[in-house]
């Protein structure tokens, strides 16, 4: 098994540019997961699919970011217009649709936006 | 609304010394799942544990030992004859009956030689 990829390992960007992150689950997952680290707040949740249909965003910081889920095997976090405080890790992260599952975790998008 | 809050920002031990890392929730759920993370300096989110809320037994591996009472909405984390690569930040985290997974802000842990 592969686990959780995620792409771009690191980008650096400069602020008003769009900003596009990108994640393959596990195969079989039927969660998946948004969140990004910063030093201030920790590991917050942005937002969460089940079977490709969002479920909760209310942890999206403003309209700038939205996600996708176009099918089972790929999901996008995408930032436009960036700005630099919107420099952080994010990580991805898929689960078996039984509850008991542990979070699976990508290695994360360190992002920079100067 | 779910709630994760590890009160410790950052704990520095001597090597070989016992250290608790504390974790309280808040949830009016009653079937949850509570879970500890460590992210090493690589940055990478290691499982550590997994425990739901009928189980209140604690849980001993090897060094890592893991305290669960409902009682008082807390999840600590022992880690015994603390060892240099035990540095990292640890995270705790509560998954709801909406399956939601939030986590703590977690607490860094400085293990000194």
């Known amino acids: 098994d592969a686990g959780v990829i995620q792409s771009p390992r690191h980008e650096v960007t400069e602020m008003g540019q769009e900003v596009t992150l990108r994640c393959k689950p596990i195969s079989g997952h039927d969660y998946l997961f948004w969140y990004r680290q910063t030093m201030m707040r920790g590991l917050e949740l942005l937002i969460y699919?089940?079977?490709?249909?969002?479920?909760?965003d209310s942890g999206m910081p403003e309209d700038r970011f939205s996600a996708k889920m176009p099918n089972a095997s790929f999901s996008t976090l995408k930032i436009q217009p960036s700005e630099p405080r919107d420099s952080a890790v994010y990580f991805c992260?898929?689960?078996?649709?039984?509850?008991?599952?542990?979070?699976?975790f990508g290695s994360g998008t360190q992002l920079s936006v100067l | 609304a779910q709630k994760v809050t590890q009160a410790q920002t950052e704990i520095s031990v001597v090597e070989k010394e016992d250290v608790t890392l504390d974790c309280v929730y808040e949830t009016r759920d009653t079937t949850y799942y509570l879970f500890w993370y460590k992210q090493p300096p690589s940055g990478e989110l290691v499982f550590l544990i997994r425990r739901n809320s009928f189980d209140e037994q604690n849980e001993i591996s090897g060094r890592y030992s893991w305290n669960f009472q409902k009682s008082t909405s807390s999840f600590n984390f022992t880690i015994t004859a603390s060892q240099v690569v035990d540095s990292a930040v640890y995270f705790c985290a509560l998954r709801g009956r909406d399956d939601k997974i939030i986590f703590g802000k977690g607490t860094r842990l400085h293990i000194l030689p």
């Open positions: 992260a898929s689960s078996d649709r039984d509850r008991r599952e542990k979070l699976f």
């Open positions: 699919f089940n079977n490709n249909v969002p479920i909760d």
